[in-house]
């Protein structure tokens, strides 16, 4: 059984900090793809932050400097850390692993449930 259980969010002032967490089962998370989208209301899926298995972590530009992702091996989580939030970071945050299941070597995409994030003026 796969899963990717979010947890966090919630509503936040403007300037203020939030944590969103991942954790994975049922993967091979070592060579994972790990990585965050948001989807504003009406908007589309962006991604915000990316965690490859064997290189570095990368951002969209409208978070860099504000919001750092990592990643916990051993217990196969992946975090992302918002900090000096604006009302433009309101929307639900995704978790994304683009991974291999146990005994396969092709890579299948997985969503988490989707966390609300709000910031308020």
């Known amino acids: 059984q796969l899963q990717l259980v979010e947890s966090g969010g919630g509503l936040v002032q403007a300037g203020g900090s939030s944590k969103l967490s991942c954790v994975a089962s049922?993967?091979?998370?070592?060579?994972?793809?790990m990585a965050w989208y948001r989807q504003a209301p009406g908007g589309q899926r962006e991604l915000v932050a990316t965690y490859p298995g064997d290189g570095r972590p990368d951002y969209a530009d409208s978070v860099k400097g504000r919001f750092t992702i990592s990643r916990d091996y051993y217990k196969k989580r992946v975090d992302l850390q918002m900090n000096r939030l604006e009302p433009g970071d309101t929307a639900v945050y995704y978790c994304?692993?683009?991974?291999?299941?146990?005994?396969?070597?092709?890579?299948?995409?997985?969503w988490g449930q989707g966390t609300q994030v709000t910031v308020s003026s």
């Open positions: 994304h692993a683009f991974a291999r299941r146990p005994g396969r070597s092709n890579k299948i995409n997985y």
């Open positions: 049922g993967i091979i998370f070592s060579d994972a793809v």
